[in-house]
C-alpha cells in the first residue's frame, strides 16, 4: 500500500519480522507501517472477523493492535521499529494458553 | 519527587509551555507517546530535517519551523520522556497537605507514578470520525494517517490514491504528495458547493493573517494546474471491496459516480483530544462552529478543576502557531498559579499572549465557515462503534428506547466499551441520540469516560503495586 | 398532582424493577421513579454473579428460590437474561481455608440443604483447566453461574413496560410526606401519590429512609471490577477463593471480569466513585497466582460501582417500622444480583396484602435504626 521516497531507501534501516519474514525497516516508521507495507492488514476482529488494516496511525483506532515481539494488543502504531523486533497480525479473538 | 509541572504531550503547545516554564526555573517533566518530540504536526521534525533533506523541503516552512521549537525544547532542561503512554490521572485526596496530581504511565512495559504540582494537557487532537459504509475496509485511512506514514519513514501511498474529504489538511497533503512525485486519482471535495456565500462574512477577518490565505489558494491552484480531476458537492461516499478496498462510489449533485480505487484516504477536519478531561468530570461546552466538545477554561488555560491546565489544539482547534502562543499562555497562567509570577507581570505577559493568539486565529472563522462537519444521513448498516462492530441502526433502535444518556446507550449496546474509549463512535452515538430525541447536539454531551485512558496489561497494572512497594 | 398509584417504587435498578414488575402483574398501579436512568449504579455496575455458593444462611431461603426462578427467567421476564449455569467456584488456597469450607458445607448439609459440595483439585482441574495447580480443592455449586447484566435490566424493564408500570426517569426524589393513609413522593419536579412506597434506591436508600423519617445506619460501598479485552472462551465456571480478593469469570462476550470487593474511592460529591487504581494493583496478586496468563491481556476498562452496605452485609429487606407503609428493599452489600427475582416476589407479597411466607427477621430495618428520633 506504501512504497518509500529515494531519500527513506536510502537512509538507515534495520531489520525486523514479519511473521517469520525477515524484511528491511526504515528507522522512524512504526510497526503498523511495516505491517501495510508487507501485509495490508494488522488484524481480523474478533467479534466478525473482518480484516482490519491502521486507520488513524496515531494511537486512538485501535485497528492496529498487532502482536510485537510476542506482546498480543499492542498498538503497533505505537511501536518504532527496532532491529529484531517481531511483528505478526492479531487474527480473531485473543487465545489464553495456561502455562 | 514533585515536578511543579508534568506536561503531557511534546507537540507545539507542550514544548513551548516546556521551554517558558523553564525559563522560570520551575521543575517540568514531559510526557509524550511518541519517540521523539513534535507531536503529529511536527512529526519526525528533527530526523527529517537534517541538512539537504528533500522531504523536509517539500513538507513546507512551517513543518520546518518545528525543527527549532524542538531544539530549543531539548535543551531547556526539561525531564523529556518519550513513548510514556499516559493511562490514568488523579488527584491526590482531600487529605493532602498540598494539591498535587498524580500521573500514571507506562514506559517500556513499566507502570510508575509520575508527582506534580500542576498538570498541562497538551495532547492535540484527532480527526473527525464519519462513518460511512466500508470505511472499516484494509485500504481505508485518513489524510492524517498518510501524512504521518510520510513524516515518520518517508513513505508514499503506492498508486493512484483518492482522497476524500474537506478541511486544509487534505489539500496540504495532497500538494505535499504531487510535490513529492506521488500520484493523486482524484480529489473528491465534500464541502458544500456555496463556498463564497458562507465564507465571504469572514473573509475580512481572515484576511489580518493573508498569508496563509495566500498559501490555501496557492495549494489549490497548484493542483488545478496539475490537472488533477477535482470533484465538489460529494455525498454518500462508499467504500467496497471484499476483504479489502476496490472500488468507491458517491454523489454529487450530478448524479451517482463510481471508480477502482486502491487507497483511499479521508478527513472531515480535526476534534480535541477530551478523554482526560472528560474523565476527569472537567465542565465541557460545545462549540456549534466546530462541532466537538472543549474544556471549559479560564484566561490562564485552566480547567474547571484547579491545578489543571489545557493548551493547544486540545483547548479547540486552531492550528500550530496557535497551540504556540496557547502554550505561552498556560505557561503563565502555571506560573502564576504558583506564584512565581506577580499579578501585574502575569496580566502583562497574557496581553502579549493573546494578541499573538488572536493573529493565529484570524482564518479560523473562515476555516470553521467553510468546511464544517458533515452532516449526511448515515444508513442503518454503516458501522459506527469500530471495536464493537456496532452499526448505526443497532445505535438508533437503543437512542430510541429510553432516555437521552449516552451512557444509557453505551450500557445498552457496548458502543464505546470498546479499546478505543468510544473516540471514534462517541460523537456519532451522541449524534444519533440528538436525532433520535429531536433535541440540539449539545444537551446530549458524551458518556462518561472510564479508566485506563490507554489500554494497560493486568501485568503491568501489578508492576504499580510493586513500584510503589 | 397525579393520582391512582397502588405502589410507588423508588430506585429503577434491578430491584426496584424487579418489585414493580411483580407488583404489577398481581393488579396494582406501580409508578417507578428513577433518579437517573434503570439500571444506572450498581445494577450496571455488576458482575451479575448468580451465586448461592459461600451466602450467609439468612439468605439462603431467597437464594435457593432465586436460583429456581434464574433456570427460568424467561417465565418471568420473557428472556432468559443471558444466564448460563455454568457453575461457581470457591479455591481453597491453603489448610485453614479447606478446613472453612468443609465445615460450611457439614453446616449447611445438617441444615438440609445440599447445593454445595467439596471437589478435589482433580476435579477442580477439570473444570477450570485453565488454572495453575496447587489449590487443595473447592466448594462448588453446579447450578450457580452468571447473567448479562445490561440484558437483565433490558428485560426486567420491557417486562416492566409490558405489565403497565409507569417508568419515570431523570426524577430524583426530593421530599417524602405521608398525610393519613398516603405518601405523597416529589420527584423531580412532580409529586406522586400512593399508600404505599417501596425503597429500593441501592445506595441512596440511606437518604430515602432519612426523607421519610427512618434513620438508618447503612454505609457505602464501592467495589471496583476491571474488564479485560475479549479472548476465545476457556473458563467455565465463576472463581473466588476463600479468605483472598479475587472474584473471576469470563463473559459471554469473551472478556474476563476481575473483582473481589477492592474498594475505590468515593467522590467528594458523594454522588459517585472513582477508582483506586494503587489498591487495585495491589489486589491483582491472587489472580496472577491462579491465572498468571492474565497477565499478558489487557485492561480495557475499570469501574468502581456504588452500593449500599450494611453492618451484617445482610440486605435491609422489609416494612419500615417507623414509618407506615414504607418497604425497604436495599443495603445488599454487593452481592444482590442473584435475588432480584425472589426479593421482587417477597416485595410484591408485602405490597399487594403486607404479609409474606419468607422469614425476614434477618434482614429486619429495626437492627439498624439509629437512636436518634426521626426528624
Not at chain 2, 462537519?373 to 437512542?399: F, H, M, N, W, Y
Request: charged share 20%; net charge neutral; aromatic share 4%.
Amino acid at each position: 500500500m506504501f512504497r518509500p521516497l529515494p531519500d527513506s531507501s536510502e537512509g538507515p534501516t534495520v531489520t525486523v519480522f514479519v511473521e517469520g519474514q525477515p524484511v528491511e525497516a526504515y528507522v522512524g516508521e512504526t510497526a503498523a507501517s511495516v505491517l501495510l507495507r508487507h501485509l495490508g492488514t494488522a488484524r481480523t476482529t474478533s467479534i466478525s472477523e473482518s480484516p482490519r488494516a491502521p486507520f488513524c496511525m496515531m494511537g486512538c483506532c485501535f485497528d492496529c493492535l498487532a502482536e510485537i515481539d510476542g506482546k498480543g494488543s499492542t498498538q503497533s502504531c505505537l511501536e518504532p521499529v527496532r532491529d529484531g523486533m517481531t511483528i505478526a497480525r492479531q487474527m480473531s479473538a485473543r487465545k489464553v494458553v495456561a502455562r | 519527587m514533585i515536578f511543579d509541572t508534568a506536561i503531557i504531550g511534546a507537540g507545539p503547545a507542550g514544548m513551548q509551555a516546556a521551554c517558558d516554564l523553564r525559563a522560570r526555573e520551575l521543575s517540568v517533566i514531559v510526557l509524550d507517546e511518541q519517540p521523539a518530540p513534535g507531536g503529529q504536526i511536527w512529526r519526525g521534525v528533527e530526523r527529517n530535517c537534517q541538512p539537504g533533506s528533500e522531504l523536509a523541503q517539500r513538507l513546507g516552512a512551517e513543518y520546518r519551523q518545528g525543527a527549532g521549537v524542538a531544539r530549543s525544547f531539548r535543551a531547556c532542561g526539561a525531564d523529556y520522556r518519550p513513548l510514556s503512554r499516559v493511562w490514568q490521572i488523579e488527584e491526590t485526596g482531600p487529605d493532602a497537605t498540598e494539591q498535587c496530581w498524580q500521573v500514571f504511565v507506562i514506559r517500556e512495559g513499566q507502570a510508575e507514578v509520575v508527582e506534580a504540582r500542576r498538570v498541562l494537557l497538551a495532547i492535540g487532537a484527532q480527526e473527525r470520525p464519519v462513518p460511512f459504509p466500508g470505511w472499516t475496509h484494509p485500504g481505508v485511512m485518513t489524510v492524517g494517517a498518510a501524512q504521518i506514514m510520510l513524516k515518520s519513514g518517508g513513505l508514499l501511498p503506492e498508486g493512484p490514491v483518492w482522497i476524500c474529504g474537506a478541511g486544509p489538511l487534505p489539500l496540504l497533503y495532497a500538494h505535499q504528495l504531487r510535490k513529492l512525485g506521488g500520484q493523486i486519482a482524484g480529489f473528491l471535495d465534500t464541502a458544500p458547493r456555496d463556498t463564497v456565500r458562507r465564507g465571504l462574512p469572514h473573509l475580512s477577518g481572515a484576511l489580518r493573517d493573508w498569508k496563509s490565505l495566500a498559501k490555501g489558494l496557492a495549494w489549490q491552484a497548484g493542483l488545478r494546474a496539475a490537472g488533477l480531476r477535482r470533484e465538489t458537492g460529494v455525498r454518500q461516499l462508499r467504500a467496497e471491496g471484499k476483504d479489502r478496498l476496490e472500488r468507491i462510489r458517491w454523489e454529487t449533485p450530478e448524479g451517482e459516480k463510481t471508480a477502482p480505487a486502491g487507497v483511499l484516504l479521508i478527513h472531515e477536519g480535526l476534534v480535541p483530544s477530551v478523554h482526560p478531561t472528560l474523565s476527569l468530570q472537567c465542565e465541557h461546552t460545545w462549540s456549534d462552529a466546530q462541532q466537538s466538545l472543549r474544556p471549559v477554561l479560564d484566561a490562564w488555560g485552566e480547567t474547571t478543576r484547579r491545578g489543571l491546565f489545557v493548551a493547544g489544539d486540545a483547548a479547540g482547534i486552531d492550528g500550530a502557531r496557535a497551540a504556540l502562543a496557547k502554550g505561552t499562555l498556560a505557561a503563565v497562567g502555571i506560573a502564576r498559579s504558583l506564584d512565581v509570577l506577580s499579578e501585574a507581570k502575569a496580566k502583562q505577559a497574557r496581553a502579549a499572549g493573546d494578541r499573538a493568539l488572536s493573529k493565529a486565529r484570524a482564518t479560523r472563522p473562515l476555516l470553521d465557515t467553510l468546511y464544517p462537519a458533515p452532516e449526511g444521513k448515515i444508513s442503518d448498516d454503516v458501522i459506527v462503534c469500530r471495536c464493537e462492530e456496532l452499526t448505526a441502526g443497532q445505535i438508533r433502535a437503543a437512542a430510541g428506547r429510553g432516555s437521552a444518556d449516552p451512557n444509557r446507550v453505551k450500557s445498552e449496546t457496548r458502543a464505546g466499551m470498546g479499546p478505543c474509549q468510544g473516540r471514534q463512535c462517541g460523537y456519532t452515538v451522541a449524534r444519533l441520540i440528538a436525532e433520535a430525541h429531536d433535541m440540539p447536539r449539545a444537551e446530549v454531551g458524551f458518556h462518561n469516560i472510564r479508566p485506563p485512558l490507554k489500554p494497560v496489561s493486568v501485568g503491568e497494572l501489578a508492576s504499580l503495586g510493586k513500584a510503589k512497594a | 398532582m397525579r393520582a391512582g398509584a397502588d405502589l410507588i417504587v423508588i430506585g429503577g435498578g434491578l430491584h426496584g424493577l424487579s418489585a414493580a414488575l411483580q407488583s404489577a402483574r398481581r393488579g396494582l398501579r406501580v409508578v417507578l421513579l428513577e433518579g437517573a436512568f434503570t439500571g444506572r449504579h450498581a445494577s450496571g455496575a455488576t458482575a451479575a454473579g448468580v451465586r448461592s455458593l459461600a451466602r450467609a444462611v439468612e439468605e439462603l431461603p431467597l437464594s435457593l428460590e432465586a436460583q429456581a426462578q434464574w433456570e427460568d427467567m424467561t417465565a418471568l421476564v420473557g428472556d432468559d437474561c443471558g444466564f448460563h449455569a455454568v457453575g461457581q467456584v470457591q479455591v481453597a488456597m491453603d489448610a485453614e481455608a479447606k478446613a472453612r469450607i468443609k465445615a460450611r458445607i457439614a453446616r449447611l448439609k445438617a441444615a438440609g440443604m445440599h447445593h454445595e459440595s467439596w471437589i478435589d483439585p482433580d476435579r477442580l482441574a477439570e473444570l477450570v483447566p485453565v488454572m495453575q495447580p496447587g489449590a487443595l480443592g473447592a466448594a462448588y455449586v453446579a447450578l450457580d453461574g452468571s447473567a448479562d447484566p445490561h440484558r437483565t435490566i433490558r428485560a426486567f424493564r420491557a417486562a416492566c413496560l409490558e405489565a403497565d408500570v409507569e417508568i419515570l426517569e431523570n426524577r430524583p426524589v426530593t421530599w417524602l410526606g405521608r398525610e393519613e393513609t398516603h405518601w405523597t413522593v416529589v420527584a423531580g419536579g412532580t409529586s406522586h401519590v400512593a399508600p404505599t412506597i417501596v425503597n429500593a434506591a441501592g445506595a441512596w436508600g440511606r437518604q430515602i429512609a432519612r426523607l421519610a423519617g427512618d434513620l438508618l445506619n447503612v454505609g457505602i460501598k464501592n467495589s471496583m471490577m476491571i474488564v479485560t479485552e475479549r479472548c476465545e472462551p476457556c473458563l467455565g465456571p465463576v472463581v473466588s477463593a476463600q479468605n483472598r480478593k479475587l472474584s473471576f469469570k469470563q463473559t459471554a462476550d469473551g472478556t474476563f471480569l476481575i473483582g473481589g470487593g477492592v474498594q475505590g474511592r468515593l467522590r467528594p460529591d458523594g454522588d459517585s466513585a472513582s477508582v483506586d487504581f494503587g489498591a487495585l494493583s495491589g489486589a491483582m496478586s491472587t489472580t496472577l497466582a491462579l491465572f498468571p496468563w492474565v497477565a499478558d491481556l489487557r485492561l480495557v476498562r475499570a469501574w468502581a460501582g456504588m452500593e449500599a452496605a450494611t453492618a451484617d452485609l445482610l440486605p435491609v429487606i422489609g416494612p419500615s417500622a417507623r414509618a407506615p407503609g414504607l418497604i425497604h428493599a436495599f443495603g445488599f452489600s454487593g452481592h444482590g444480583f442473584q435475588l432480584v427475582p425472589s426479593v421482587g416476589r417477597v416485595i410484591a407479597d408485602l405490597a399487594e396484602t403486607g404479609r409474606t411466607r419468607t422469614d425476614l427477621s434477618a434482614f429486619d430495618p429495626g437492627r439498624l435504626a439509629t437512636n436518634r428520633k426521626a426528624a
